[in-house]
């Protein structure tokens, strides 16, 4: 993730839109249940 972050903060004008939308779809729902395990764990 973070090099996905890094390319699309300073290398965004080579950033082609099917890996961003492919990021979107493939990496971020894990991600995103991770992020509410942890915070559901953390009792936030």
């Known amino acids: 993730m973070a ?3 890094n390319v699309y903060r300073h290398d965004y ?3 082609a839109a099917q890996l ?3 990021t979107v779809q ?3 729902p894990p991600l995103k249940v991770v992020i ?3 915070i559901r ?3 936030a």
């Open 3 to 5: 090099d996905a972050g």
């Open 13 to 15: 004008e080579d950033v």
């Open 20 to 22: 961003v939308w492919e």
């Open 26 to 28: 493939q990496s971020l």
């Open 36 to 38: 509410e395990e942890e």
């Open 41 to 43: 764990r953390l009792g």
